[in-house]
């Protein structure tokens, strides 16, 4: 079940007019059909009003009755996995401009905390459907054994739980897939003055908010300019949940991708993680 993400018509008016201005109205069509809705997690924005938000990366998470830190098989060489992010659907739901994601619950992604990942593999991504917020409490990581040596695995702060916590704040937003590749077969046929346009802007030319930055993206196209992920706009069997930036344990972009049959029924148990090598 393919489950489209589009612009909002504000959104894409906003993207139509920074196109123009970039003068590559002669291929509005083309970028436009690269374009899709994002949830971008990022800094607070200045002049935002309000508590600080759940959502974070880094840090010790917050987590709900009956958590269960996920890792290795138990044993002596038994290494947990890397806490990354916490998400409050709730929070999110208002930037959630097509509805993909449930309107209530807790998400909590985490990554391999040893050098065995391949690539592309499974990871686990834990949904707590009926947890709110306030039900949360830090993880007692002194308690657990897993966490007996600081040391041990492999991360970097705000990618583990020894580093400090990033609040994230959410924004609903139009994003581009990128257009010029360097490897692979770009999306679009676009003529060489466009291209050389196009890799002549400065980063935030196209960006419909700029203000709302992003360290993380939710829902949102492939950034990256080396290889796609998933095909942009929805038109694979499976999209990009979770834009995740680049960790200092990989020092690639991380990417956690969801079937859109899934994602439909609000199943994160098949989450796979991808590293975009270079």
């Known amino acids: 079940?393919?489950?489209?993400?589009?612009?909002?018509?504000?959104?894409?008016?906003?993207?139509?007019?920074?196109?123009?201005?970039?003068?590559?109205?002669?291929w509005e069509g083309e970028l436009m059909g690269l374009a899709e809705h994002g949830i971008a997690l990022g800094p607070r924005p200045a002049g935002h009003r309000g508590p600080e938000?759940?959502?974070?990366?880094?840090?010790?998470?917050?987590?709900?009755?009956?958590?269960?830190w996920p890792g290795a098989e138990p044993g002596p060489d038994a290494l947990p996995d890397c806490f990354v992010a916490q998400i409050d659907l709730a929070e999110v739901a208002p930037a959630d401009a097509n509805h993909l994601l449930p309107p209530r619950g807790l998400l909590y992604f985490f990554f391999p905390g040893h050098d065995g990942f391949g690539g592309r593999d499974a990871v686990t991504v834990l949904h707590f459907p009926d947890a709110t917020a306030e039900g949360t409490a830090p993880?007692?990581?002194a308690s657990d054994p897993a966490f007996a040596d600081p040391e041990a695995g492999w991360g970097a702060p705000p990618w583990e739980f020894t580093g400090p916590p990033a609040p994230l704040?959410?924004?609903?937003?139009?994003?581009?897939?990128?257009?010029?590749?360097?490897?692979?077969?770009?999306?679009v046929d676009l003529?060489?003055?466009?291209?050389?346009r196009l890799t002549a802007?400065?980063?935030?030319?196209l960006d419909v908010a700029p203000r709302h930055g992003a360290w993380m993206v939710l829902l949102g196209p492939d950034p990256e300019t080396d290889?796609?992920?998933?095909?942009?706009?929805?038109?694979?069997?499976?999209?990009?949940?979770?834009?995740?930036?680049?960790?200092?344990?990989?020092g690639c972009p991380l990417y956690y991708v969801i079937r859109?049959?899934?994602?439909?029924?609000?199943?994160?148990?098949?989450?796979?993680?991808?590293?975009?090598?270079?």
Do not use: W
């Open 1 to 26: 079940m393919t489950r489209p993400n589009p612009v909002t018509a504000d959104d894409g008016r906003t993207l139509r007019r920074l196109i123009g201005d970039a003068g590559l109205g002669p």
């Open 53 to 68: 938000p759940f959502s974070r990366c880094g840090g010790v998470p917050a987590v709900p009755p009956g958590f269960v």
């Open 139 to 141: 993880y007692d990581v």
């Open 169 to 187: 704040y959410a924004a609903g937003k139009a994003m581009l897939a990128q257009a010029v590749r360097f490897h692979d077969d770009p999306p």
């Open 191 to 196: 003529p060489e003055e466009a291209v050389d």
């Open 201 to 205: 802007l400065p980063s935030a030319a």
């Open 227 to 250: 290889q796609y992920v998933v095909p942009p706009r929805g038109r694979g069997p499976e999209r990009i949940l979770l834009a995740a930036g680049r960790p200092e344990f990989t």
């Open 260 to 278: 859109d049959e899934d994602l439909a029924a609000a199943d994160f148990s098949r989450v796979e993680a991808v590293t975009v090598q270079h």
